[in-house]
T-cell receptor, first 111, second 115 residues
Framework: DVKVTQSSRYLVKRTGEKVFLECVQD?????MFWYRQDPGLGLRLIYF???????EKGDIPEGYSVSREKKERFSLILESASTNQTSMYLC??????????FGDGTRLSIL | AQSVTQLGSHVSVSEGALVLLRCNYS??????LFWYVQYPNQGLQLLLK??????LVKGINGFEAEFKKSETSFHLTKPSAHMSDAAEYFC?????????????FGTGTQLKVEL
């Protein structure tokens, strides 16, 4: 089975902090994705990556950056956390047109 | 740009009753379509996918969906609801861009199953 592992299930940070969310997949997928999930809004794509060191903006990239130094790892960075970034963050990986596989999510609270 | 509309943010059914969750999409090319389920405090699990083969797609846990091009719909059904089906369901359409597929999700439908 594909395993997508997110480093934290719950995280509490303060406004202005730099926050790192880590995601690792074990299936050698070339594609990796970061979404945020908010009630009534579904999942919205923040950033995605098709290869190591490659990244593309999704629908809501403002306030975020990403890093993909190794194929299996995709990090989401909140440069200066704000309260409106309190949300559930989901990482996914996939290959070609095959379905994406999701991690269990990180529930991030910014105080 | 592609989009997905899920009618009804909350659906309530009785145990044993038919489940029908609606999904309409817009796409400029033949779409790849997916249904995912999310149980509380978990990530998304794939229920089923449509990839231009048979229009009636069977998935896990007794769910199925029918692709209707003329109606741009991909509604999810299950003949008899079970308490364990209570969860949030997301429809998604795939857009091929760059080296892979980018998913656009609907806003989700919360399914409640009552005794």
């Amino acid at each position: 089975d594909v395993k997508v592992t997110q480093s934290s299930r719950y995280l509490v940070k303060r406004t202005g902090e730099k926050v790192f969310l880590e995601c690792v997949q074990d299936m050698d997928h070339e594609n990796m994705f970061w979404y945020r999930q908010d009630p009534g809004l579904g999942l919205r794509l923040i950033y995605f990556s098709y290869d190591v060191k490659m990244k593309e903006k999704g629908d809501i990239p403002e306030g975020y950056s990403v890093s993909r130094e190794k194929k299996e790892r995709f990090s989401l960075i909140l440069e200066s956390a704000s309260t409106n970034q309190t949300s559930m963050y989901l990482c996914a990986s996939g290959s070609g047109n095959q379905p994406q596989h999701f991690g269990d999510g990180t529930r991030l609270s910014i105080l | 740009a592609q989009s997905v509309t899920q009618l009804g943010s909350h659906v309530s059914v009785s145990e044993g009753a038919l489940v029908l969750l609606r999904c309409n999409y817009s796409s400029s090319v033949p779409p790849y379509l997916f249904w995912y389920v999310q149980y509380p405090n978990q990530g998304l699990q794939l229920l089923l996918k449509y990839t231009s083969a048979a229009t009636l797609v069977k998935g896990i846990n007794g769910f199925e969906a029918e692709f209707k091009k003329s109606e741009t719909s991909f509604h999810l059904t299950k003949p008899s609801a079970h308490m364990s089906d209570a969860a949030e369901y997301f429809c998604a359409v795939s857009e091929v861009t760059g080296g892979g597929n980018k998913l656009t999700f609907g806003t989700g439908t919360q399914l409640k199953v009552e005794l």
